[in-house]
């Protein structure tokens, strides 16, 4: 393991992190802001350690898996860290684990938050917030991995780290330009929704925040009640496309704004997810109306809103579904363990596994009716390996059992089983709201501080699938 | 391009410095900024407690003189009163001269108008005329303008005590945000200094022990040293130059 090859891409994660830090620094001393102190402060911080292992390391071609693993995962664990300096220098709600909780859930994209208040912060910290959502949203590493132009054989190792194998279906071409793809998409759909926000009725500021959230699937607004605030039908129809778009494989809607014919038009897997959501909002509306919640529009609007924002684990919220009937919780949670597709910002789960998982049970069906057939698992044309399918089916099991032991872990703080079921799942998922004392319009500051550290850990198994985790400690030294 | 192994560890230290400095600045800078808060919160609103506080006590005082008068005890009802009024005014002023929030100054010209009319019943004889002994005349006129007063006084002093809470709660924020830059620089330096020693080990010690290996090898016969050195800085020079040094001094023994 070469210590200073893995300190210097950290240098450029912090670098990179520092690019941010100092727009949200501009936007403080433009405000005139109490945020300018701990956001130049920290701008410093990831500048020196950034800066720093680069006058000691010359130039390295290669990186090995472990290697790769190491730097993935110290890669995010740092971002979540310097990410919380400016809210701890702050001070007011973020204490230490309240600025750890909020910055890991920036940066896996899970938009839980631990703030009454939201609008009580300065733009520059909110700001940050978003921009926290936003680099994570595709990925710590992947905006290091386009611009290390030198290392062509550390980038194919990273972004193995970085990404499971399923995500990597559908992008089918050399590493950088996959990077350079993913990248191209995420930008592009962050100004466009800009863009139309402004158009809208959102100020700019509002706009470019949401719209980062949006792409990231993370969840985190401006305002204490999230899209909701803004009472505007055509905002929230805006935010819903992009919403349902950022759940998507990046590599299909690149293809389907290039007319390749690997579109989502033509992916059996995008119209699957399509059509579990729509059913998905149809039955959420139906119980809405038939409960006397809202009449036949509005019930269709908050259902839409909250499925697509759920299912795509956004997090936005226009209604609070802890009063909703239990049936539509139920459909809720469901989209809360379902996630969205793999390729996409999203974490958790992802549709593309419950997809294989329910294909691969069919075939163990034919199988037993067929002792001596043979069936192979497609999808959308691409076949899958025996290896991938186990190491599916083995991922759905890993991801059971943390859930489970999460929600113990929270049951063992003496927090109410909807609470630390709700809780668990919504964090592993990187969703962001649950239900019980985290519902959508509410927040994680009532539970303990043992509890939200077991959250935030939860949040990075589901951004890091896991297995990176695992592979961590299983890593030699050698 | 070389590195010079100077340029390394000034930048190194340099980094280092610039941590240290700017951390020391902003703590300095919010300590100021803190102390200050600290001197405009005795000189805004400690001031105006304090003089309301005064007020109140004269007003207490000049109503005990008001029952003695009442009572025919003439001289120790004025020079209680005249003692009191005096207190009243040079707390009035004070708090006259010392308005630092909204509606302070609406306040402050209530008292005066309403101490005025309170003091004009009073500072008109009350011994051997009708009033002595009158109590209703006293609770009904006299005792209600002395109440009414105490309120407007009592609002005076909350909104100073309320702004004051206020400003310690703010304080208390100003206070972390000054330690905080303090406490993450000297951690930083800590993981700093772990990190250069790491480096100083990787890029000075090992290529020092690289070498005396590879002049070890040398001396049991290596025709050249080959350390393995693949930094671009004095230590692969000094690699060259024993070489080159080394080959100058097989030359001569060829030409033997």
Redesign the interface.
């Known amino acids: 393991m070469r210590t200073e090859v893995i300190l210097k891409i950290l240098g450029v994660v912090l670098l990179f992190n520092a690019f941010f830090l100092l727009i949200s620094l501009l936007i403080s001393l433009y405000y005139k802001e109490s945020s300018v102190t701990p956001l130049l402060f920290t701008t410093l911080i990831c500048l020196i350690f950034g800066l720093f292992p680069m006058v000691f390391s010359g130039k390295h071609q290669t990186l090995s898996f472990s290697e790769g693993i190491v730097v993935v995962v110290s890669g995010w664990l740092l971002a979540c860290f310097v990410g919380m300096l400016p809210y701890v220098m702050w001070g007011t709600e973020f204490t230490l684990i309240n600025a750890w909780f909020e910055s890991v859930s920036g940066f896996t994209t899970t938009g839980s938050t631990v703030l009454h208040d939201v609008e009580a912060l300065p733009k520059g910290l909110l700001f940050w917030r978003s921009a926290t959502h936003w680099i994570g949203g595709v990925g710590v590493i992947i905006f290091v991995l386009l611009i290390l132009p030198h290392a062509k054989n550390a980038r194919i190792t990273l972004l193995n780290a970085e990404m499971s194998e399923l995500s990597k279906s559908n992008f089918h071409f050399k590493t950088r330009t996959t990077i350079q793809i993913l990248v191209i998409v995420y930008v592009g759909l962050t100004l466009a929704e800009t863009v139309l926000l402004k158009l809208a009725g959102m100020d700019w500021f509002d706009g470019v925040n949401h719209a980062f959230a949006t792409i990231a699937t993370g969840g985190f607004s401006t305002k204490n009640n999230s899209v909701a605030y803004f009472n505007s039908s055509h905002i929230e129809v805006i935010i819903m496309v992009f919403m349902l778009i950022s759940g998507m494989h990046f590599g299909l809607l690149f293809g389907t704004i290039t007319g390749s014919r690997f579109n989502i038009f033509r992916s059996k897997v995008v119209r699957a997810y399509v059509v579990v959501i729509l059913a998905g909002i149809l039955l959420v509306a139906a119980k809405l109306y038939t409960n006397n919640f809202y009449g036949w529009i509005d019930a269709l609007r908050y259902a839409s809103f909250q499925v697509i924002s759920v299912g795509t684990t956004t997090g936005f919220a226009t209604a609070d579904t802890a009063f909703w009937p239990v049936f539509t919780q139920m459909i809720i949670i469901y989209f809360t363990i379902q996630c969205a597709m793999t390729g996409s910002t999203s974490g958790g789960l992802k549709f593309d596994r419950v997809y294989l998982f329910m294909k691969s049970v069919k075939k163990q069906v034919n199988l037993i009716r067929h002792p001596h057939g043979v069936f192979s698992l497609k999808m959308d044309g691409f076949r899958i390996s025996e290896q991938l399918e186990r190491q599916t089916m083995l991922f759905i099991v890993l991801y059971v059992f943390t859930f489970f032991m999460t929600t113990l872990l929270l049951s063992l703080l003496d927090i109410d089983l909807k609470t630390a079921f709700s809780a668990s799942i919504t964090t592993l998922g990187n969703v962001g709201p649950g239900f019980g004392n985290v519902s959508s319009l509410g927040n994680f500051d009532s539970l303990p501080a043992i509890a939200k550290f077991i959250l935030t850990i939860s949040m990075l198994l589901g951004r890091l699938e896991i297995y990176s985790i695992i592979a961590l400690f299983t890593v030699s030294r050698h | 391009m070389i ?1 010079r192994l100077k340029t ?1 560890l000034l ?2 230290f340099m ?2 410095a ?2 240290l400095i ?2 020391g600045t ?1 703590s300095v ?2 300590f100021i900024k803190l102390s200050s808060s600290f001197s405009s919160l005795l000189n805004n609103n400690y001031k105006s407690i304090e003089a309301s506080k005064r007020m109140l006590e004269a007003l207490e005082r000049e109503d005990s003189g008001i029952l003695l008068l009442l009572l025919g005890e003439w001289e120790k009802g004025r020079s209680i009163l005249e003692e009191a009024d005096s207190s009243f005014q040079s707390s009035f002023e004070t708090a006259k001269n010392n308005i630092t929030e909204d509606n302070e100054q609406q306040l402050i010209s209530a008292i005066h108008e309403q101490y005025n009319a309170y003091k004009a019943r009073w500072i008109n004889p009350i011994v051997y005329t009708r009033k002595q002994g009158d109590i209703s005349w006293y609770h009904n006129s006299l005792h209600k303008e002395f109440l009414e007063i105490k309120l407007v006084i009592n609002e005076l002093m909350s909104i100073n005590q309320n702004s004051l809470y206020n400003k310690t709660s703010t304080l208390q ?1 100003n206070a ?2 000054a330690v ?2 303090g406490i ?1 620089a000297i951690l ?1 330096a800590v ?2 200094l772990v ?1 250069l020693n ?2 100083i080990r ?2 000075f010690v090992e290529p020092l022990k690289q070498i005396k290996t590879a002049v070890k090898k040398h001396a049991k016969g290596d025709s050249m040293i080959s350390s393995g050195i ?3 800085d004095e230590f692969k020079e000094l690699e060259v130059e024993i070489n080159q040094m080394l080959h100058r001094i097989q030359k001569p023994d060829e030409k033997n």
């Open positions: 590195v390394k930048a190194g980094l280092l610039s941590l700017v951390a902003i800078l919010e924020i972390q945000r905080m830059p993450i930083g993981v700093f990190m790491f480096y990787k890029q693949n930094s671009k």
